[in-house]
């Protein structure tokens, strides 16, 4: 009786744990948000000395990763700064 109780918490837990890691964005983030991304990634830039030609790719995947970790959805061009 322990194992199929033990059994069954195991699976159940196993469960939950891996749904939480599937959570998937879904909604696109603020632009104030991405306006402020924009200008922390640029200093990012700066402190890493990229240059001009690598600056917009630079740019695009730092702010992705960013969007990423908030769970927000990827953009795919630069937004304009205001």
Do not use: R, W
């Not at 159940?12 to 744990?17: D, G, H, K």
């Not at 749904?19 to 924009?38: D, F, W």
């Amino acid at each position: 009786m322990k194992k199929i109780i033990a059994f069954t918490l195991l699976a159940l837990f196993n469960n939950i744990a891996y749904s939480q890691g599937e959570e998937v964005a879904s909604e696109e983030a603020p632009n104030g948000h991405v306006q402020n991304l924009l200008i922390e990634c640029k200093q990012y830039a700066t402190q890493d000395e990229i240059t001009e030609e690598n600056l917009n790719s630079y740019l695009l995947q730092c702010i992705n990763e960013e969007l990423e970790n908030s769970f927000y959805k990827k953009i795919t061009t630069l937004p304009t700064q205001e």
